[in-house]
């Protein structure tokens, strides 16, 4: 849970140590303000767990956020295209399934290159770039999704291109909160 009081021991001490270098933008996000972005994210479930179980939301402006938001995603990119996607190759027989399945990896790792060029975008707060790069990662994930769409088999890692999306609607959520720089 985000505490106010860590919130505020955060903001206060390096406003003490470096004075005017902090700005009313680098606020910690209080609970209440979190919650209304996850609302507005479309994807509350997610939103939700994913800021709660990392330990650097207590302390987090809103580009710390977006910065969880994308490490998470790249995490579960990351853990899709190495452990889970070669584990499934490895049970297909059909040659089509594997190419289906395979391009989804090429997406996968196309998704994690862009995502990974937000990040860096967003910790040097170049966020138009951001926006950018995080845009044509969901084009290209939708892609997996297409991918099924045609057959009558069932994706064997449909939650994957979902859980990519739902977290990319948290990053634009965060984004559209960030003001752009006067
Ligand atoms: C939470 O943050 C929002 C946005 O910065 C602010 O308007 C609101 O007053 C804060 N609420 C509490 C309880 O601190
Ligand atoms: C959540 O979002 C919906 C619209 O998507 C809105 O109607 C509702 O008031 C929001 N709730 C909160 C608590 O912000
Ligand atoms: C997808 O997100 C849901 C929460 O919305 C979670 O329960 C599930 O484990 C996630 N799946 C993956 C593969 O990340
Ligand atoms: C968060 O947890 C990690 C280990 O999971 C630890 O290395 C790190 O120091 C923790 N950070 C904070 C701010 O507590
Ligand atoms: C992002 O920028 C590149 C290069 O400027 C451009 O080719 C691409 O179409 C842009 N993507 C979006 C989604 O605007």
Same mark, same amino acid.
């Given at each position: 849970?985000?505490?106010?009081i860590? *919130?505020?021991?955060?903001? !206060?001490?390096?406003?003490?140590?470096?004075?005017?270098?902090?700005? !009313?933008?680098?606020? *910690?996000?209080?609970?209440t303000?979190?919650?209304?972005?996850?609302?507005?994210?479309?994807?509350?479930?997610?939103?939700?767990?994913?800021?709660?179980?990392?330990?650097?939301?207590s302390t987090?402006?809103?580009t710390d956020?977006?910065?969880?938001?994308?490490?998470?995603?790249?995490? #579960?990119?990351?853990?899709?295209?190495?452990?889970?996607?070669?584990?499934?190759?490895?049970?297909l027989?059909?040659?089509?399934d594997?190419?289906?399945?395979q391009?989804?990896?090429?997406?996968?790792?196309?998704?994690?290159?862009?995502?990974?060029?937000?990040?860096?975008?967003?910790?040097?707060?170049?966020?138009?770039?951001? !926006?950018?790069?995080?845009?044509?990662?969901?084009?290209?994930? !939708?892609? *997996?999704?297409?991918?099924?769409?045609?057959?009558?088999?069932?994706?064997?890692?449909?939650?994957?291109?979902?859980?990519?999306?739902?977290?990319?609607?948290?990053?634009?959520?965060? #984004?559209?909160?960030?003001?752009?720089?006067?």
């Amino acid at each position: 849970m985000v505490s106010p009081i860590s *919130c505020l021991s955060i903001l !206060v001490i390096p406003l003490l140590v470096t004075s005017l270098f902090y700005q !009313v933008s680098n606020a *910690c996000v209080n609970a209440t303000y979190l919650d209304r972005i996850c609302n507005q994210s479309s994807s509350y479930e997610l939103c939700k767990s994913t800021f709660a179980s990392d330990n650097r939301t207590s302390t987090a402006d809103l580009t710390d956020l977006l910065l969880i938001s994308y490490s998470s995603n790249m995490n #579960l990119l990351e853990t899709t295209i190495a452990n889970r996607i070669p584990k499934i190759l490895e049970l297909l027989n059909d040659p089509l399934d594997k190419a289906r399945l395979q391009n989804c990896q090429t997406d996968f790792i196309y998704a994690l290159g862009k995502l990974s060029g937000a990040y860096l975008a967003s910790s040097s707060k170049n966020y138009r770039k951001a !926006v950018n790069l995080t845009t044509d990662a969901y084009v290209k994930n !939708v892609e *997996c999704e297409k991918e099924y769409d045609t057959t009558n088999r069932a994706s064997p890692i449909a939650d994957v291109p979902q859980n990519v999306t739902g977290l990319i609607f948290v990053s634009y959520a965060i #984004l559209h909160e960030i003001p752009p720089p006067t």
